[in-house]
């Protein structure tokens, strides 16, 4: 299985030269690199969503940061995910912490856009972790949350689901207390398949990628990603930087 590498460049490149400065560096950056075993998928602000998905070939995929779970219709502001598919993207995000922060997304909403993404075959990456205040707790969230966002999500739909492991506290965080250690990220990677196993059955629960996600850099995308065993990460701050993004792919890669 190849190992996934995502770049969630939230809500940066503010500008068209920020977008053509951002694509132009990230082409020269991967050029001869060998990175063969993983797949890259960029993930930029909806406006800039058809531009990248020209710009690059099989080598980067690209996905939404979030969708609506309606196709079309009197709906002010939201993109549908058929919008996001026919303008070329493959992947989206669901279920982003901050997106359940500041736009009080809840489980239920997460697994209305699941479904509608799954339907018209984008891959959505549903994003899991525990808060501050709950990590000691986290498994009873990380479990309340799958439990929610993938009701009725069925076996043969579940292959295309990629699950991330975002533990609230280490997200775009540069204090080291605040990166989880190998055996925190393989403790929560066991409940998550425990529980893929449970619901999906053995075979299909190995399908699933498993990612982590939360200030990822070169500097210890070892141990979030390779130690632990994860089946990739999810690179936000650092994605920003194509030089640092690339170098983690290179790591991560072997
Ligand atoms: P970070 O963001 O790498 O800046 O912590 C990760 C994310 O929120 O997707």
Redesign the pocket.
Known sequence: MSKLIVG?LKMNLISLLEREGYLKSFKKEIIGKKIKNIQIVLCPPMIHLEAFCKSFGKKVSIGSQNIFWERSGSFTGEISPSMVKNAGAEYTLAG???RRRYFREDNNEINLKLFSALKVGLKPILCVGENKSAREGGSAVIVSQLENCLEKISGAKIENVIICY?PVW????NNPDHFPTADDIMSAKLIIKKFLVKKYGNKNAHKVKIIY????SSLIAKEVCLDPGMDGV?????SLVPYEFIKIAEIING
Do not use: D
């Open positions: 969630n982003h912490s901050e975002e280490a997200i775009s965080s996600g939360g200030s990822v999810l690179v936000g701050r650092e």
